[in-house]
Every structure is written in C-alpha cells, then in structure tokens.
C-alpha cells in the first residue's frame, strides 16, 4: 500500500473518460478528504500533484462477478481489487443463505476494494464442482422466511440472486429462481453455459424466456452448450428478444465461459454486453483472465472502443446493481474512487478458455487505483502468487499461526471436536458429496461457537487457521467435508492442547 | 497380485534414454502419461477428471510431489493421486520402474 496523506492530490493531465457524464478529454481529477473534489479548474495551491500524462483516467472499475469467498476464492481477495484497477467487486454466488452469515463474518472488513454479494440461489452457496452445481437436488430447501430477513438485514451488501440455468434443471428452478428474486426484490444473475455435453435442445436457453427487464445472463460469449449463436453461428432469437424486454448481458470470462470463435460472430452480428466481468478465481487466475484489464483487452481486440469498454466496467453495473450513488462516475462529491491505466501499443496474445489465441496489437494495463483517496500501485503479479490460489491443508503439522490462538479460540476448538465427533462423515468421491452433511457440520461449528461465547470470526478463523497456512474463507461445512473425519478431529485436539511444536 | 510381485509390472513401450517426457505409454490397457520427477518417473492418467482435458502438459510442482493441470489448477498427488485443492477428484497414479534399459509400470494401489 502507498499511503498519500495529502489533503488534496490533483491527477494532472490524464485523458479523462467519465461515461456517466459524457466527459471525455484531458483534464485534472482533484481529490480531498476521499471524494472527488474537482474536475478541471484551477488547481488547489495546497495540493500534490501526480503528472498522468500519457495516461487515462476512468472512474473506479466495478467487476460484477468474481470469486473471492468460498471454495473459488482467494486467500487475498485485494489483489484481484485495488491492486488491478477494481475498486469495486461483487462475488458471484460463493455463499447462500445459510452461509450468509459466514460471509459476512469473514469477510466484512478484510478487503480495501469494496465487496458486494451475489447471493446463490443453493443455501449453501457455491459448491466449486462444476458438475454438482447444476443438479437442482443439491439446492435443499428454498427457506424463504430466511430469505426475506436475510435480505432485508443486509440489503445493502446484497446486489443480486444468483442462479446457473442448465439443462438438467429444465425451466423450472429458474422459475422459482425469478419468483424468490422479485419477492427479495433483486436482479436476477444468471450462468449461462453446460459444464458437461448435454443432449438434444439444452435447457438453459429458457431463461433467456424467464429472466426480464434488469436481470443480468452471465457468460453470453460462453463456447460451451447453452450458448447464445445456434448451429449456424447466427444469435438466437429468443436471445435478441430478451434483449429487446431490457434483460442485460454480461461477460464473465472465466475459465470455461469465453470462446474467441463466439464472441467474434456474436460481435460482429452486434450482440454486445453490457457489462464486462472477469470471473476470477482459483481455478483461472493464471490463465486465461489474470485479470480484469485483460478481459477489457480482449474487447479491444474485438473492436470495442476505449470509450464503450469504460461503459461496461463503470457506469453500466453501477446502474445495473443500484450502486450509482456511490461508484461508477466521477461526479464531485463521490467517493475518490479512480482507475488510472495506459494503453500499450505492443503485441500481446489473448487466450480464450480454449487455448485459442489471437494477437492483438494493443493491451489495457492498470498503473495506479484510488480508493476512497488512498492510492494503490497496481501490482498484477500479487494475485499470482500459488499461496493466494492454492489452498494446501497442511498435513504434516499445524499453521504457525495456531500458536497465537486465544484461549477461548482453543476452547472453542475443544468443543467442536466434541460436536463432530458425534457425527460421522467421510471425504467421498466428489460425485457422492453429501451436500447435506456440510449443514449438520456447518451447525456443529456454530454450536461450539455460542458454547464458549466465542464471535464466528474468531471461530472461523480458527477453525481454518487450524488446517491452512493461508486464510481462505470458505463455508465451514464443505470445509469440513473435505477432510478426513480422523484428521480433523485429532488436529482440533492437537491445537486445542497448544503445546505440540508447529510448523 | 502385489504390485511388488514381478509379474504386476508390465513392460512399458518407452526407451528411457531416448524418449521426451511426458511420454504416452499403456498400462493395463489404459492410456497413461510417464512424468520424469525429481526421484525418477511417475505415471499418471491421461486426462484430467475435472473436465476430461489432456494432462499431457501438466506441471510438475510442490518439489516433485504434485502435479497441475495446466487449464484449470487442479492438482493431485503423486503419491496416491487424490485431489490437493479439489476433493473428491482423483487421478490414477502409477508405480514406474526402470530395470535394464526397460522401463515398468504398475497401478499405485
């Protein structure tokens, strides 16, 4: 982090691009006490001035799908933020309803890049099996008593219900899907996109049917079955007519959703997105996204200009999730929430989730971010880091960081062995996963949370602290679910007592 | 039969001293990879179980005792060949042995 403690810095000389208010020229950006203070005008004798040019300047970029909680996210959830030009991120279905409170336990503060939820329509969340995630038996039951408390409690974290439309549900949960979100009152996103082969008319097209004006469909370039082009490449027209009623369209690259083949038919037939997203995660931080500039290169290559690709990233989702009051545009009085780049004029390739490559002739790369003011570097190599994406159980002994546990956390860790050691489960082939096991674990952990008194922040952090040298969050369940039952319960003990040496 | 009994290992169509590693080799009628390590070679399958792509090009890491598949991070050991940061998935692994120039494999139990 590079702190700027200045009362006012004036970024000088950037080619400013403010889609919101039509602003595009060079001019000064000043900001004071957090907010943008200023466009153009005299410059403030009083402030540090930061010479851009050569540079652009846009409004802070919003990324509408990423992973940074749950079994996708990232150990440094910042590092997929600020530290790549994103102020703003929303993550995209990692808990459900009854992992709610997990997410916000855990994440409520840790990063400087503001954090949103989508929440997933599964009350689990996010399984992180790509063939588990479209068996609509693993969603249990839809508590809606939760729900509408649930949302009403965190109105303003949550910003969408999100849904995968797939064949083997057929129209149906998507149905109810859109039912439970006009009752909570939230868009509606949608994955579009068959993780396996499917036979005959996929499904998943109904929801370009269901979804309606301000839902959002998610992966309209994906390469797989589901897609928006039918066999002779020309976009469906049950695509254009959901476009037509105001359904928006949204990129989310990801590992196995963007297809160079399809984005360039469907572009030059004039199906573009309205929102671009990267979809990082775990499983495609180091190819094909890497970030969201690259995805926003992507567009370049396609033939977008600089100017709509800006749209997509700023004050196209702000709009679209009723965040425009805060993000978005450069209007003075907003938060100081800023996304300097250049635009290199050097050949790089561009890889699509398929190992298909094009070169393009110029790339987008971030410089600099400001967040409510604070200024950060961009740094596209932190997320790279394996510690960030790797999750490793550290099998042979426990973390280090089990040495600075509380005596409450090792209470806690006292009872949750006693909890668990009533229940019996077993890490099993991933495709006879006992989804509903992961709840009666989940319940235990909180049991032995309120037992010692102890906040599910510092429970969780033990509990993960306790098997991973990393903090990733994930919902305490499928956390547990994953690992040997004998393992688990020997290494709570093991930690609990706090004399075995660590690692 | 053990996979320390002599007749488990099966003769592999691979000249050690020669061959560019990975290199493609059957054993037990199904399609394998032989990986040079750090310790020697290791066989493994020949698609990921994620979503079927080859592991032809996957990486060997954590010293020697892991290995990625390069499209989506999932990652085995080479050990027993379960699943590091993806529960549930598992890959078969194979003992490879190298004896006379000739090399044998044999499943990891």
Not at chain 1, 388 to 398: C, K, S, V, Y
Not at chain 1, 415 to 441: C, H
Not at chain 1, 482 to 490: Q, T
Not at chain 2, 44 to 51: A, L, R, V
Request: hydrophobic share 45%; charged share 20%; with cysteine.
């Amino acid at each position: 982090m590079n702190g700027s403690a200045a009362p006012a810095v004036v970024l000088a000389n950037a080619h400013v691009i403010d889609p919101a208010s039509g602003l595009d020229a060079v001019t000064d950006v000043t900001l004071r006490d957090g907010t943008i203070a200023a466009i153009g005008g005299p410059r403030a004798a009083d402030a540090a001035t930061i010479d851009l040019h050569g540079h652009y300047l846009t409004p802070g970029w919003i990324d509408v799908h990423v992973h940074a909680y749950g079994t996708l996210g990232f150990a440094d959830p910042d590092s997929i933020g600020i530290y790549q030009g994103v102020t703003t991120f929303v993550e995209a279905g990692g808990p459900g309803v009854d992992t709610f409170a997990e997410f916000v336990a855990t994440m409520s503060g840790r990063t400087a890049t503001s954090l949103y939820a989508g929440v997933y329509v599964r009350p689990l969340g996010i399984i992180g099996l790509t063939f588990i995630e479209d068996d609509v038996r693993n969603w249990l039951d839809i508590p809606i008593e939760r729900w509408i408390d649930t949302v009403a409690e965190h109105r303003d974290l949550i910003r969408y219900l999100k849904i995968g439309a797939f064949e083997r549900y057929g129209p149906g949960p998507l149905k109810l899907a859109k039912g439970l979100a006009e009752t909570l009152g939230l868009p509606l996103y949608v994955h579009i996109g068959e993780f396996a082969a499917t036979t005959g008319e996929t499904g998943s097209l109904d929801i370009f049917r269901i979804a309606e004006a301000g839902d959002i469909i998610t992966h309209i370039y994906t390469g797989n079955l589901g897609g928006v082009l039918d066999t002779d490449g020309r976009v469906r027209p049950v695509v254009r007519e959901a476009e037509r009623r105001g359904v928006l369209f949204d990129i989310g690259f990801g590992g196995y959703n963007f297809s160079w083949p399809v984005a360039e038919a469907a572009y030059a037939q004039e199906l573009v997105p309205h929102i671009i997203s990267s979809d990082l995660q775990q499983f495609n931080v180091t190819g094909p996204v890497y970030s969201l500039a690259n995805v926003l290169s992507v567009f370049l290559a396609l033939g977008m200009p600089l100017g709509a690709i800006v749209e997509r990233v700023t004050c196209n989702p702000a709009q679209a999730l009723g965040l425009a009051d805060r993000a978005g545009s450069l209007q003075v009085g907003a938060p100081a929430d800023v996304t300097v780049f250049r635009v290199e004029d050097a050949a790089v390739t561009l890889h699509d989730c398929f190992r298909v490559a094009r070169t393009a002739e110029r790339s987008i790369v971030p410089v600099m971010t400001f967040k409510n003011g604070q200024r950060y570097d961009a740094d596209l190599a932190r997320c790279q880091d394996e510690a960030n994406w790797f999750m490793q159980i550290a099998e042979a002994h426990p973390p280090a960081a089990c040495a600075h546990f509380s005596t409450t956390q090792r209470a806690f860790l006292r009872s949750l062995n006693a909890e668990l050691g009533a229940i019996a489960w077993q890490p099993e082939a991933a495709k006879r996963q006992d989804i509903r096991k992961a709840t009666v674990l989940q319940h235990a952990v909180h049991r032995a949370a309120a037992t010692n008194e102890l906040g599910l922040r510092e429970a969780l952090d033990a509990l993960y602290r306790s098997f991973v040298e990393h903090p990733f969050a994930v919902q305490s369940g499928l956390f547990l679910l994953r690992l040997e039952r004998a393992f688990v319960l020997e290494r709570l003990l093991e930690v609990a007592a706090g004399s075995t040496a660590v690692a | 039969m053990s996979a320390d009994s002599p007749a488990a290992w099966e003769p592999l169509a691979i000249d050690p001293a020669h061959a560019q590693f990975p290199a493609r080799a059957v054993c037990g009628g199904q399609p394998i990879w032989v990986l040079r390590t750090n310790d020697g070679f290791r066989g493994i399958q020949e698609t990921c179980p994620h979503d079927g792509r080859p592991l032809e090009s996957a990486t060997i890491v954590g010293n020697g005792a892991m290995v990625r598949c390069i499209y989506h991070n999932y990652t085995f050991k080479l050990s027993s060949g379960a699943g590091v940061n993806c529960p549930g998935f598992r890959i078969a692994v194979y003992d490879i042995r190298e004896h006379d120039g000739q090399l044998f494999a044999a499943a990891t139990p």
